[in-house]
């Protein structure tokens, strides 16, 4: 079985909607500093905790196999890593289409902040944007920091061939179950 | 009531040979065994044969009448066909959200083809463009697969309430 | 009316994580939905600002612009980290003012806790011990007497240490607590107001320095008290509750007049575009600047008791103690005894570390089956180094890690220092000569000692 790209999701269930993952997302991708009076920006993070009526539970990047935004990107910016899907922000236009091309509203375009200045463009006058979502926390060896971080244990990193493999042999137990005489 | 049919697997007749797989990728390739092209063809089964310490049956799709994929599917490619839950490839974006939903883990992705899409999600059709129905319970050597159909169940159900009131 | 604490109704999620960590059950609503604080109960401990990661989203269309926000919360228009739904008022904009007006003469005192944190603000090691760099930069800031509260910590354990031996010479009200903690003095006051005559009656160090700071202070500096505006500076959120208490007013007007946390002191130094990291060190001003090693470990969770045992020994026995590092009442987490040989005297102690370890030690004195002396009840978890107003912790994992080099870097600080016990402080010794008289004297009754008041 071929391995697909793992991602990250919430169980919400488990989600108490705090945004500890929220903080911690834009923590580890942004902040050097321990405590709170080391964020300079607004808070910019790559996983959306959502509340739909009684349910929370944090939206992220699936890593799409046929990643559409990926697929969308007028300036080849969003691209695969092994099995990752990942912006590279410096060659993001601000073009919207990969905003239009997921469907789960887990990229978002947020300004740029160089040393805790938002930079604006000279001829506009209004702020640079860039594409801004979930990349696994591909740089830090433990992994994503949300799932390390959520108080409520609510989410996880999904493998998705382990998963196929968890769920049938549970499949097996009730199959079994079936054909009891 | 029931809209879709599905293949089930006896434990106590499965043994383990994968002959389903085998049937079922021949089935979706349309290639034939002992030929030069079926070398190049990946051996992608829409059911999967899970051995456990004692025994050994094939997991597919039940064709849910709820179907979870579908309902998790953000892109609306999986849709009900005939007596099953079909997946419409061309619309597949590759998201996992119905792997994730399938509770059996009866949902996977792969590439097929050389389109531009890589990955989609792949499951048990029934065989829906094979004439014959689904290869694997045809092929299967111990007859340990069958395909259950909706008014098949309903009247099994029926049959069941009569006989508990014959025998309470 | 303004609270000292206060949750944004707008940003809370209703997720109740304060709702675990407040040690006093003063947060409560339904599940999903913005939590409210009951003023009966809050401790105003801070502990609630501490865990909530609720933050205003940029831009956030739900609620009010940040501007408006930072005002109503009394930040300096400087401060750029997110607004969280938990939060205390700050007051640095007043301190700016007061610091930059002529016609008033401007006094601090900065807690001991306060060293051990600050740093982290500036991206600086967890706990990194920065008390000479802080000197300077409130001295930057433009304060005209930079005084210490380790000194009036020191001064504390001259007159607790002396109420306790007098309790127990002349058995007074025992078990004596301790009173140098303003969420746990709230807590008994309205939960335990029958054990009141057990709280010791010395103000808390800040309000022992806020006292002198308009009276010994305006008389050494020779300004008139009205002029001066005395500033705090505090690991902890209930200090501005504490400055606030109407019976506050020794020296004539509010003793001390602003409190800010150890983060608006962490704001104020950016806003005045003091390069902290790069401060050379300085030291306190005398004549209420100089501290021991005792002073300096009321900080963390044991150290009061630690502070005074060193002195009562000594004052007891006459002699000097083995090991001044007494850790049997050191690293407390929640209830520790332990026993204390003084002399013929085998005195008992319990050090509580959290609020919500306190209520069964204090149901024993209720019900007469406590047999211990000294009671020190701190009520953040690990003590002030882990209080409401310190550098707030990103990262709940790192939590635990960031509080042990805390507390680390204070015993250090201790260590480090040439005089580590209380009544070797030669400041203490001279205000009780020039000024004071004696320990539980006149002059001190008036000054630092308190009562109490039922409430709820």
């Known amino acids: 079985m071929e391995k697909l790209s793992p991602f990250v999701v919430g169980d919400g269930e488990k989600c108490i909607g705090c945004k500890a993952c929220e903080v911690a997302c834009h923590v580890s991708h942004n902040v050097e500093g321990i405590t709170a009076g080391n964020i300079d920006t607004p808070v910019f993070p790559k996983l959306f905790v959502t509340r739909v009526e009684e349910v929370t539970m944090p939206v992220q990047c699936h890593h799409c196999e046929d990643a559409p935004c990926a697929q969308a990107c007028l300036e080849k910016a969003i691209y695969f890593e092994d099995d990752k899907v990942l912006i590279q922000t410096e060659k993001c236009k601000g073009c919207k289409d990969c905003l239009v091309a997921c469907p789960f509203g887990a990229v978002e375009l947020v300004p740029r902040f160089v040393k805790g200045k938002e930079v604006i463009q000279e001829n506009l006058g209004k702020p640079v944007l860039y594409g801004n979502k979930c990349d696994l926390c591909y740089t830090r060896e433990k992994g994503p920091i949300c799932v390390e971080t959520c108080p409520q244990q609510a989410l996880r990193l999904v493998e998705p061939h382990k998963e196929k493999k968890e769920k049938n042999k549970k499949a097996v137990a009730t199959i079994i179950g079936m054909f009891k005489k | 009531m029931l809209d879709t049919a599905f293949v089930i697997g006896d434990p106590d007749l ?76 061309e619309k597949c974006v590759g998201c996992k959200n119905c792997l994730m939903a399938c509770p059996i883990g009866a949902v996977y992705l792969t590439r097929e083809g050389e389109g531009t899409c890589q990955k989609t999600a792949y499951k048990c059709d029934l065989c829906a463009e094979v004439a014959d129905g689904p290869q694997c319970v045809k092929k299967c050597p111990t007859k340990a697969l069958s395909v259950l159909l909706p008014e098949t169940i309903e009247a099994s159900i029926k049959d069941k309430r009569t006989n508990a009131v014959r025998n309470a | 009316m303004q609270y000292t604490i206060e949750i944004d109704q707008e940003l809370c999620t209703g997720c ?23 003023y009966d109960k809050c401790c105003f401990c801070g502990q609630c600002v501490q865990i909530c990661s609720a933050y205003q989203e940029y831009k956030s269309d739900t609620s009010k612009p ?75 800031l433009g304060f005209d007497k930079v005084y210490d509260t380790n000194f009036t910590a020191d001064l504390t354990i001259m007159e607790e240490g002396s109420e306790l031996i007098k309790r127990i010479q ?56 009205k002029k001066i505006v005395s500033v705090s500076v505090m690991p902890c959120t209930a200090k501005k509750f504490e400055a606030a208490r109407p019976e506050m007013k020794s020296s004539g007007s509010q003793d001390v007049d602003i409190v800010l946390t150890t983060r608006e002191l962490a704001n104020l130094i950016k806003y005045a575009g003091i390069d902290f990291k790069n401060l050379e060190p300085s030291q306190p001003d005398s004549v209420l600047g100089a501290y021991t090693g005792a002073g300096h470990i009321f ?133 009780y000569k020039d000024f004071l008289g004696k320990p539980l004297g006149h002059k001190s009754h008036e000054l630092l000692h308190t009562h109490y008041v039922r409430r709820g």
């Open chain 3, 170 to 225: 002349e058995n007074g009200t025992l078990p004596m607590f301790t009173s140098c903690c303003p969420a746990w003095v709230k807590y008994v006051e309205q939960e335990y107001f029958d054990l009141q005559a057990n709280l010791s009656t010395c103000k808390s160090p800040q309000q022992m320095a806020g006292a002198l700071f308009k009276t010994y202070g305006a008389q050494v500096e020779k300004v008139d008290p």
């Open chain 3, 16 to 38: 109740h994580r304060c709702t675990d960590v407040c040690p006093v059950g003063a947060i409560g609503g339904p599940e999903g939905m913005p939590v409210d604080i009951n």
């Open chain 3, 299 to 431: 900080g963390v969770t044991g150290g009061v008791m630690e502070a005074a045992l060193r002195t009562g020994y000594e004052l007891i026995t006459g002699k000097a103690l083995d090991d001044i590092n007494i850790l049997d009442v050191r690293y407390s987490e929640g209830v520790k005894r332990a026993t204390i040989q003084v002399g013929d005297l085998a005195i008992k102690t319990v050090v509580v570390a959290g609020l919500a370890n306190a209520a069964p030690i204090l149901e024993e004195v209720k019900n007469g089956t406590a047999d211990f002396h000294f009671v020190e009840v701190m009520a953040c978890p690990q003590g002030c180094i882990s209080g409401g107003g310190q550098p707030k912790v990103l990262l709940e994992n790192e939590r635990k890690a960031v509080y042990t080099s805390r507390r680390d870097s204070m015993y250090k600080h201790d260590e480090e220092l040439p005089l580590r016990k209380s009544h070797d402080n030669p400041e203490v010794a001279k205000l």
């Open chain 3, 66 to 140: 940040r501007e408006t926000k930072m005002q109503e919360r009394g930040l300096l228009a400087s401060v750029k980290e997110p607004l969280f739904a938990a939060h205390n008022m700050g007051h640095a904009q007043q301190v700016w003012q007061a610091i930059n007006n002529p016609d008033v003469v401007t006094m601090v005192q900065c807690a001991p806790a306060v060293r051990v944190g600050l740093a982290e603000d500036f991206g600086m090691e967890s706990g990194e011990l920065v008390a000479g760099k802080m000197i300077t930069a409130l001295r930057k």
């Open chain 2, 14 to 89: 499965c043994i383990g040979c994968r002959t389903c797989e085998l049937a079922c990728v021949l089935a979706h390739t349309k290639k034939q065994l002992g030929t030069e092209e079926i070398k190049s063809v990946p051996f992608l089964p829409r059911l999967s044969v899970v051995k456990t310490e004692d025994i050994s049956v094939p997991i597919q799709c039940r064709q849910c009448e709820d179907a979870p994929c579908a309902e998790a599917c953000p892109e609306k490619a999986i849709v009900h066909r005939g007596q099953a839950i079909y997946v419409l490839a």
